[in-house]
């Protein structure tokens, strides 16, 4: 008889790159599903300084691709996050929550 139970995965190591840049952006410009990967557009407000008042501009400037699972996920962990963060009375003003493999 041939067993057909799924392989089992291997545990994937997580390693934290200190030199990982940090993105600041203003909004999420659009969301995009193609192929079951979430696409989506961050942007941030710029200022044009070649003339006085400079024109402000939405500029995108980098796109998150995710499978949608893993999407999911985020969007749901950042929830909840954002919900623990709100309902403490003193929140302390720094925190970060464990990274989940």
Known sequence: MTD???P?????NFLDN???PDVFADAAAG??????????????VRVNHITTPGPINRVVLARL????DA???????LLDFITQ?????????QTATGTVH
Do not use: D, H, K, Y
Request: cysteine-free; hydrophobic content about 45%.
């Open 31 to 44: 969301f995009f599903n193609f192929a079951g990967n979430i696409r989506i557009s961050l942007e941030s």
């Open 85 to 93: 963060q709100r309902t403490q009375q003193n929140p302390p003003p």
């Open 65 to 68: 691709v995710m499978p949608m």
């Open 4 to 6: 057909i139970t799924a």
């Open 71 to 77: 999407a999911e996920a985020l969007a749901r962990g």
């Open 18 to 20: 200190p030199n990982a």
């Open 8 to 12: 089992v995965a291997p545990p994937v």
